[in-house]
């Protein structure tokens, strides 16, 4: 297995191509393609090199900047809002206080 410092994902698209190509040594990368290839039509398996493997994707499904995200930083204000939400939810769930929503609705 690859050590974890060098292990890699290169993608290659060229502009007006209808495909991209994705090497990957990375083995989380590596099985989500894997596990995609086998799933869908769109991901297609190339060919394993080592600990690695070369997929093809075509170009309208594949989205660069899609898993690429910032990290949320909420404040205090948000997180009360959040843990209030999520209280009510649980709330709901309950049987009871769902049958108690549920004929309150309907009312």
Known sequence: MTARDEQE???????????????TSNSVH???????ASTRDFVRLVREVGDGAEFV????????FSA???????SDEAKAA?????????????????DEALRERDV
């Open 9 to 23: 994902t290169t993608v290659t698209a060229m502009r007006d191509d209808t495909t991209v190509s994705v090497y």
């Open 30 to 36: 590596l099985r989500k393609l894997k596990n995609l």
């Open 57 to 64: 994707i075509d170009a309208p499904f594949f989205h660069l």
């Open 68 to 74: 690429i995200r910032g990290k949320r930083t909420l």
């Open 82 to 98: 959040g843990a209030a939400r999520l209280a009510a939810s649980r709330e709901l769930r309950r049987s009871s206080a769902v």
